[in-house]
């Protein structure tokens, strides 16, 4: 078992964020072609990406496709797929935490960065 590095961990954000970044360009474009969209329904779409993007990538397919680009996956410590609830956790947490969560991987043995350590899942090479 090889735990992924931060550097890893790091590009696959990269990855994701920019995958998030042109999904959203993509749905504004789109949307500007119809007229009377509601405010909400944008709205209720940039949130959904934004929130559920990761912790259905991590709980149905163990790694968004950054992390999949990368090589890398996120398991519970049986190996199995991260449940949907604690993937939304580890999300949260991650995001308000920031990059000191991320810091924290070459402090530990396991590499876990916070988010990780706090629901048990474990971020590995594939």
Known sequence: MEYASLSDRI???VIDQIILIVTMFMTSE???NFENVPT???FILFVSYFFLYEPVSIAFFKGTIG???IN???ENEKGNAVNFFAAVLRMIIKY???WISLLTVHGDS???AIHDNLVNSLVLRN
């Open 11 to 13: 590009k696959a954000l």
């Open 30 to 32: 789109v949307l500007g």
């Open 40 to 42: 909400y329904l944008r």
């Open 67 to 69: 992390q999949q680009f």
């Open 72 to 74: 890398i996956r996120v």
């Open 96 to 98: 308000s935490l920031g």
């Open 110 to 112: 396991r590499k876990q």
